[in-house]
């Protein structure tokens, strides 16, 4: 029942910047925690970059300082501003969103993955 609608991808020169965009719907409350993954030929799915809706956001290394997250529109949507970019961060990128129910229970959900290519 719920969705996550991915857009922001393309092709872009290194040094250059891109903003990915996730709006989930479908579910009565807010993500718990949302974030995006990637996936680059030949190596296994990585986190980017998370934010819960209480807490503090977390950035994979190879990352910090040039990706911010952020979460906007009643929560719904997450959003990576990425700028700098250097060619290792061309991957497939996954929207991921997290839910915990009034038991206590967490279930997870994907968006279909955007094509990041940074070229040299």
């Known amino acids: 029942q719920v969705q996550l609608v991915e857009s922001g991808g393309g092709l872009v020169q290194a040094g250059g910047s891109l903003r990915l965009s996730c709006v989930a719907s479908?579910?009565?409350?807010?993500?718990?925690?949302m974030g995006w993954y990637r996936q680059a030929p030949g190596k296994q799915r990585e986190l980017v970059a998370s934010?819960?809706?209480?807490?503090?956001?977390n950035y994979a290394d190879s990352v910090k300082g040039r990706f911010t997250i952020s979460r906007d529109n009643g929560m719904n949507t997450v959003s990576l501003q990425m700028n700098s970019l250097i060619p290792e961060d061309t991957a497939v990128y996954y929207c991921?969103?997290?839910?915990?129910?009034?038991?206590?229970?967490?279930?997870?959900?994907w968006g279909q993955g955007t094509q990041v290519t940074v070229s040299s």
């Open positions: 934010i819960p809706s209480v807490g503090r956001t």
């Open positions: 991921n969103a997290q839910y915990l129910d009034w038991l206590g229970r967490t279930s997870e959900y």
């Open positions: 479908g579910s009565i409350r807010s993500a718990h925690s």
